[in-house]
């Protein structure tokens, strides 16, 4: 039995690749949302809270799951907070925002590490927003592109790190996709991500940035 941990996994990208994984044989899910409910019942999928602003809520979520071999993490849940129109900084925001796109998806993951199978695979879902190489690039959004960047560099770190033990860490740019996020004129939407990432988990690469299937410049 393998168990995969999907996080924000009750709408969106999440929702979308807890319903591909689920028609696996031989695979558990665990997935969170702050409530702790979810639109999925299937005897092979868990749903527990998990509040990425508060270090107990991640405590308690690590509690639930720590008697599991984790064989996939997806680091998927996420807060935008930004303005489109205002690219000026608000401390507030940007605390939020970091708290929960960075400080609270890295405790999550140190916290899991020890829990993880020697061949695991961390995928942390980033942004194009997050890339020093993204060609149409403007000063909107400025807390949540910081946070995405700065998660992309612990995913870089972490895989150096983890490189001798067989844990590989990857980091995702999804691209513009139909969410609550993304909105109703996005030009992708969940389903394709989902069968993405389905492609990348057993790729053998650690420390890539992946786009549509293909690693691209950080």
């Known amino acids: 039995m393998?168990?995969?941990?999907?996080?924000?996994?009750?709408?969106?990208?999440?929702?979308?690749?807890?319903?591909?994984?689920?028609?696996?044989?031989?695979?558990?899910?665990?997935?969170?949302?702050?409530?702790?409910?979810?639109?999925?019942?299937?005897?092979s999928f868990e749903c527990y809270p998990l509040n990425l602003h508060d270090a107990n809520s991640i405590k308690t979520f690590?509690?639930?799951?720590?008697?599991?071999?984790?064989?996939?993490l997806f680091n998927n849940a996420e807060i935008l907070l930004d303005s489109?129109?205002?690219?000026?900084?608000?401390?507030?925001?940007?605390?939020?925002?970091?708290?929960?796109?960075?400080?609270?998806?890295?405790?999550?993951?140190e916290l899991l590490i020890p829990h993880l199978t020697e061949n695991a695979h961390i995928i942390n879902i980033s942004s194009g927003w997050g890339s020093f190489s993204e060609k149409n690039?403007?000063?909107?959004?400025?807390?949540?592109?910081?946070?995405?960047?700065?998660?992309?560099?612990y995913t870089k770190l972490l895989s150096e790190r983890l490189k001798s033990t067989g844990i590989r860490v990857s980091a995702v740019d999804p691209g513009w996709v139909k969410t609550d996020m993304g909105g109703a004129n996005a030009d992708r939407n969940s389903e394709e991500v989902a069968n993405e990432l389905m492609d990348l988990m057993d790729k053998s690469?650690?420390?890539?940035?992946?786009?549509?299937g293909s690693s691209r410049e950080w």
Do not use: C
């Open 137 to 153: 690039f403007d000063a909107f959004n400025p807390h949540y592109k910081m946070s995405k960047a700065a998660l992309n560099m």
């Open 62 to 72: 690590v509690d639930n799951v720590q008697h599991l071999k984790i064989d996939y």
């Open 2 to 43: 393998k168990h995969a941990i999907i996080t924000g996994s009750s709408r969106g990208i999440g929702l979308a690749l807890t319903k591909v994984l689920i028609r696996l044989k031989d695979f558990k899910i665990i997935g969170s949302s702050t409530s702790g409910n979810h639109p999925i019942q299937a005897n």
């Open 84 to 109: 489109s129109d205002d690219p000026k900084i608000d401390i507030q925001k940007l605390e939020h925002t970091f708290s929960v796109n960075l400080y609270g998806t890295i405790q999550l993951t």
């Open 205 to 212: 690469e650690t420390g890539k940035f992946w786009h549509q």
